[in-house]
T-cell receptor
Framework: DGGITQSPKYLFRKEGQNVTLSCEQN?????MYWYRQDPGQGLRLIYY???????QKGDIAEGYSVSREKKESFPLTVTSAQKNPTAFYLC???????????FGQGTRLTVV | GENVEQHPSTLSVQEGDSAVIKCTYS??????FPWYKQELGKGPQLIID?????GEKKDQRIAVTLNKTAKHFSLHITETQPEDSAVYFC??????????????FGKGTLLTVNP
């Protein structure tokens, strides 16, 4: 089945620790995105990548880092510099141009 | 950058009634406007989209209208059913410079369809 897979579904982190969220797609999409979702805030863009080895900051990139070494993978690292990391994180991918973005099922990160 | 406003934030209707959700956008260069439905604990799923060269699009009980002059677009759901209950998001994709892959979302509308 073609699709976009995020893992893990639930993640717990101690304060001060970095954690990496996985996102893999087998749709052969060039573009990939990371969004953060908080109640009442909608989806806010963290980082996006239009092509391998290239990525741009979104609206709330501080405290996050990404890499795009392979077309199918776009991992997100939540660093200890992120002040309020508890949230629902969504990864998406799309082809170039005005086309549908497909979302993964999300990772719920909780800082304990 | 693009800014998308969505109203209302919550909407409650009786089963069988229609529901309308409205969005406005700020970047006149935006050319793609999708609508997503999100159920609790899941990722958003596309339900309908419209491109800037079209004024209206319909898919069974769901329709989207776009007014480029006024920079607003709307989602219309007719004959609502309880399974339509979810959070709905509008979005806009830019078409200028490096922003032509970037989707900007509204804050969402919680739709509740009462049986």
């Amino acid at each position: 089945d073609g699709g976009i897979t995020q893992s893990p579904k639930y993640l717990f982190r101690k304060e001060g620790q970095n954690v990496t969220l996985s996102c893999e797609q087998n749709l052969n999409h060039d573009a990939m995105y990371w969004y953060r979702q908080d109640p009442g805030q909608g989806l806010r863009l963290i980082y996006y990548s239009q092509i391998v080895n290239d990525f741009q900051k979104g609206d709330i990139a501080e405290g996050y880092s990404v890499s795009r070494e392979k077309k199918e993978s776009f991992p997100l690292t939540v660093t200890s510099a992120q002040k309020n990391p508890t949230a629902f994180y969504l990864c998406a991918s799309s082809t170039r141009g005005p086309a549908e973005a497909f979302f993964g099922q999300g990772t719920r990160l909780t800082v304990v | 950058g693009e800014n998308v406003e969505q109203h209302p934030s919550t909407l409650s209707v009786q089963e069988g009634d229609s529901a309308v959700i409205k969005c406005t956008y700020s970047d006149s260069a935006s050319n793609y406007f999708p609508w997503y439905k999100q159920e609790l604990g899941k990722g958003p799923q596309l339900i309908i989209d419209i491109r800037s060269n079209v004024g209206e699009k319909k898919d069974q009980r769901i329709a989207v209208t776009l007014n480029k002059t006024a920079k607003h677009f709307s989602l219309h759901i007719t004959e609502t059913q309880p399974e339509d209950s979810a959070v709905y998001f509008c979005a806009a994709r830019g078409n200028s410079g490096g922003s032509n892959y970037k989707l900007t979302f509204g804050k969402g509308t919680l739709l509740t369809v009462n049986p």
